[in-house]
């Protein structure tokens, strides 16, 4: 800020150091803080990718096999695998937190965070594991 | 202290749902349909199946129910982006119009895609 300062009469001044647009690239906890939030952009992707999926699938065999070849373009391809880079990023950070979030008791006792954390990974690996089987038990 | 009553708590709560549903379920779908699909690492599965697979009463609810929370999930960090990242803060109302706005047409969308499968 330049020029001279300004007072408010019986008021202590106002103290508000400018914030550079770029606080968060000071920091590496700051920068992980920032790309998580980035991360929503993708899974906001993931959504409509997903949609013009269901939407290819309900329109039939022919819409379903040109879904997948426009999935195959490089562009498509880079930009999911972008996607899942943040979206793996997301799910981990989001996990490490769990046990932050979630304060369980059992039997009086606080429930270890690293247990809460672990059972949210278990979560993680079986619902994959039970949607991959679903999807992949009807390849050909 | 007077006793606000604010959206903000149920939008953190739509937020938080749809964390949990977005790291649980996206990771191994973007992999899927992203990746081993497209580029031919695993063979894709029949028309068929994928129809009955998404044609369950129970996955077109699903569908439509995780699509929003994911949606609410997006906006509530975007807005927040901008707000606190790259301090756009005087467009503050314009931007909760759009995000949110978003998130109504991404809901109504999903509906219509869900109840319009065969």
Redesign the interface.
Known sequence: MSGQPTHTPFHPRWYRPR?S?WW?LKRRSSLAF?L??????F??W??V???L???A??R??AA??EF??W??HPG??LV??V??FF??F??VT??NLAPQ?MVVRMRGKRVPGKLIAASNYG??VV??LL??W??????? | MAKRTTVEPLLWILFSAGGVVAALVIPVLLFLFGLAFPLGWLSLPSHAHMLAVLGHPLSRITIFVSCTLLLFHWAHRFRFTLYDGFQIKHLNGLIVIVSYGAVLVGTVAAGYIVWQLP
């Open positions: 914030v647009t968060w920032i998580r939030e980035v991360s929503s952009i899974v906001a993931f959504v990718f997903f949609l999926l269901v939407a699938v309900g039939g065999e379903y096999q997948v070849r999935a195959a498509s391809v999911n695998l996607s899942l979206v793996v997301h799910a989001w996990f979030a979560a993680w619902t994959s949607m991959a679903i999807i992949l038990a009807g390849s050909r």
